[in-house]
């Protein structure tokens, strides 16, 4: 399968090319300029590419900027804006923003065109390198898909518009217990039914990430001796199918550090192989006697993988979520998250931008963990954001994200399943071979999108 997207040796643009291709498909990157291939590059690759276009030796160029400065060459004069920028109803991001002075633009939002394209030439406002899953970047993704489309003259092959929502930290972890956040087990257990009644109303399932032991009196046991209503909640859950659990560790503590007298999270930081996998056969023990399941995929708590810990997980062939980075979303069988878990950009109650990524084919992973949850409203009113902050505490985010128009939120276990799919599709002329059988969406180049005949 040929290559679609030129990228010199060394670009830092690199790691979102391989994205890009992955996610529609676009085969290996090359670093030989090619009259079939778009090229990638920043602002100091602007002259290179600009020259291999005019010479037909590429059939466009993508370049993203950020820093503000005079027209030099094709990249028009620019400058930053911080702020909140509307893109459309229920489209408004925080962040901070290169707006482009000249050009036609492809991409406008309340404060100035974000990118602008010049017949087979596009220059995007933004470094997606440095950005990648902050949702204030949410609109680089469908302008790229627009210009490769036609550009290329080819159809994107994309993921359906998936994505998942991850509550962490359930019902509660011996790490908020000994920093004093735990939450009584009834209340837990109202918020657990509470939104399992609502995904399973939409059709939905809400992943919840799951530690295996608590402490009671200062000694390890298993977490639903100290949270038996929640756990018989999350059981009921899972067996009408409105929630999958993934495997969030064994005790959610760093012991080492709290001998130390120290509070951390991190409980697989620095560990072995071997007492990784010790701690991985009793929460998986733990899982198939109280919850009657294996757990299809694993969540470090805080994302602290070590060596030793990703080691045992292979050998037990236990995938992890790693943290969101640009690069195709599955690595040595593992699945790589797509948004940073603070949902940095986001404005107010404005979650349209996930939508718009999930039809752009990339899975939105929205995680919402325990303590999170309940400081948004905190934060928001140190923001004076008193509005926002009211609707918050009558119906928190976790209880909103089903009605987001355009995403189906599916379980972790499926989700990585077609991301395994997805990986195995390769387009070679006309044909597409697609082994795992999976749906996909064909991304014209006039705009349409369809499912393949």
């Not at 991001?93 to 002075?101: E, I, N, R, T, Y």
């Not at 929630?243 to 709290?258: I, M, P, R, Y």
């Amino acid at each position: 399968m040929e290559g679609h997207l030129y990228v010199r040796c060394g670009s830092r643009l690199e790691g979102v090319a391989k994205a890009v291709a992955w996610l529609w498909r676009l085969g290996p990157l090359t670093d030989t300029p090619d009259p079939s291939a778009v090229g990638v590059g920043s602002q100091e690759d602007a002259p290179e590419l600009d020259a291999l276009v005019k010479a037909g030796r590429l059939a466009g160029a993508v370049i993203f900027v950020t820093r503000p400065g005079p027209k030099a060459g094709a990249v028009p004069n620019r400058h930053r804006v911080t702020g909140v920028a509307s893109f459309g109803a229920r489209k408004r991001v925080s962040g901070q923003f290169c707006v482009l002075d000249s050009g036609e633009p492809v991409v406008r939002s309340s404060i100035g065109a974000h990118a602008v394209r010049d017949r087979n030439w596009m220059v995007v406002g933004a470094d997606p390198g440095t950005s990648w899953g902050s949702l204030d970047g949410f609109w680089v993704l469908p302008a790229l898909d627009d210009f490769l489309a036609d550009v290329l003259d080819r159809p994107l092959v994309m993921l359906p518009p998936l994505g998942w929502v991850r509550y962490d930290d359930l019902p509660g972890t011996a790490y908020h217990q000994v920093s004093g956040t735990d939450k009584p087990d009834r209340e837990v257990r109202k918020r657990v039914e509470k939104a399992a009644r609502l995904f399973a109303d939409h059709d939905s399932v809400l992943n919840i990430a799951i530690a295996s032991r608590a402490l009671a009196e200062g000694e390890e046991v298993a977490i639903d001796e100290v949270w038996p209503e929640s756990v018989a909640a999350i059981g009921d859950g899972l067996e009408a199918g409105a929630l999958e659990a993934v495997c969030h560790g064994h005790l959610h503590l760093n012991t080492d550090a709290w001998a130390a007298g120290e509070i951390s999270p991190r409980e697989f930081e620095g560990v072995d192989a071997q007492e990784a996998g010790r701690r991985l056969d009793l929460a998986l023990e733990w899982f198939e006697r109280s919850l009657a399941l294996r757990p299809r995929t694993f969540v470090a708590p805080t994302w602290a993988y070590s060596r030793g810990l990703l080691t045992a997980l292979a050998e037990r062939e236990l995938p992890a979520w790693l943290p969101s980075s640009p690069g195709p979303l599955i690595s040595d069988g593992n699945g790589h998250e797509t948004l940073i878990s603070a949902l940095e950009g986001l404005h107010r109650l404005d979650y349209g931008p996930l939508g718009d990524l999930a039809m752009a084919g990339l899975p939105p992973t929205v995680v919402v963990h325990g303590g999170l949850f309940d400081a948004r409203p905190f934060e928001l009113r140190k923001l004076r954001e008193a509005p926002t902050t009211a609707r918050l505490v009558v119906r928190r985010d976790l209880f909103r994200f089903p009605w987001v128009a355009g995403v189906r939120w599916i379980g972790a276990g499926e989700l990585l399943e077609r991301l395994r799919g997805h990986d195995q599709v390769a387009v070679h002329g006309d044909r597409i071979d697609n082994p795992a059988g999976f749906d996909f969406v064909l991304r014209d180049g006039d705009g349409s999108r369809r499912s393949p005949d």
